[in-house]
């Protein structure tokens, strides 16, 4: 399986298949992955899937929990607020976002996790 693009997506996608034995190769037109953040918010949705793939404790640990965040868009300068409890089934265990570059996510799998 080749999976193109090591960004957020591509990285999670490509990792997951290599979790559940499956040969694959992550395609990335950048010689190293980019250490600048292309994805730095992980929602709860992403939280279970980094749960179901052995991550999620790693990442907790070196991640900012937050329930909270704001979107400020520069050209009208509105700010959209959000709390992620509201958005989540009662007692869910990923009830809050994870702040990280993706750049780290990368790392987590070389790193023990």
Do not use: C, W
């Not at 179901?52 to 520069?74: C, D, H, K, N």
């Amino acid at each position: 399986m080749i999976v193109v693009g090591a960004g957020p997506v591509g990285f999670i996608t490509a990792y997951g298949l290599a979790h559940k034995g499956i040969e694959v190769q992550l395609l990335e037109a950048d010689a190293v992955i980019a250490s600048s953040p292309r994805a730095a918010i992980y929602f709860p949705t992403t939280l279970e899937i980094l749960d179901r793939l052995g991550l999620l404790e790693e990442a907790q640990t070196i991640g900012y929990a937050s329930t909270r965040f704001a979107m400020r868009y520069p050209a009208t300068g509105e700010v959209i607020e959000a709390d992620v409890t509201t958005s989540v089934p009662p007692g869910s265990p990923y009830a809050r976002d994870l702040l990280f570059g993706q750049h780290v996510l990368a790392d987590l799998p070389t790193n023990g996790g």
